[in-house]
């Protein structure tokens, strides 16, 4: 759980509300060149809720490369409060997907999770691209060898 950890403080390039005003007002920072390399795709959430048990997540995820994508590396990270925050809880998922060169992809996640309801719950949700142009590009942090197989079958 501490390489989550580490990565949940990345995730927070990759997520988040945008600032108040228009949505043509908001324009994603440039991301750090230890996220380009590790293949970190944009995720913009448009609609978020939850039951108690699970989180609905809406959206888009944004390929910012000069390259088309195959594959997307979703991590959502369940985050108790505090600083820095504390990982409770990650769920993979595998999204077989083609995106050309600055295109999106829509973004329907329901993920299950025992944390949704907690107070001050917070979660961070993260995308990398599996390949960029020709080149497979290295696991996530967090992200092992055999996890590839159980992400594909999640919802």
């Given at each position: 759980m501490g390489v989550l950890a580490a990565i949940a403080?990345?995730?927070?390039?990759?997520?988040?509300?945008?600032?108040?005003?228009?949505?043509?007002?908001?324009?994603?920072?440039?991301?750090?060149?230890?996220?380009?390399?590790?293949?970190?795709l944009s995720?913009?959430?448009?609609?978020?809720?939850?039951?108690?048990?699970?989180?609905?997540?809406?959206g888009k995820i944004h390929n910012p490369y000069p390259e088309a994508i195959s594959g997307v590396r979703l991590i959502y990270l369940d985050l108790a409060p505090?600083?820095?925050?504390?990982?409770?809880?990650?769920?993979?998922?595998?999204?077989?997907?083609?995106?050309?060169?600055?295109?999106?992809?829509?973004?329907?996640?329901?993920?299950?999770?025992m944390y949704a309801a907690s107070p001050g719950a917070r979660f961070n949700l993260m995308a990398f691209a599996i390949k960029r142009g020709d080149q497979t590009l290295p696991l996530p942090p967090g992200w092992e060898e055999g996890d590839d197989e159980s992400a594909r079958g999640s919802e």
């Open positions: 403080a990345v995730g927070n390039l990759s997520c988040g509300m945008p600032p108040a005003g228009t949505a043509d007002s908001y324009r994603p920072v440039e991301m750090p060149a230890q996220a380009r390399e590790a293949g970190m995720i913009f959430i448009t609609d978020q809720t939850t039951d108690g048990r699970n989180v609905k997540l809406r505090g600083a820095p925050p504390r990982v409770l809880g990650h769920v993979l998922r595998i999204i077989d997907q083609e995106v050309g060169a600055g295109q999106d992809t829509p973004l329907r996640w329901d993920v299950q999770t």
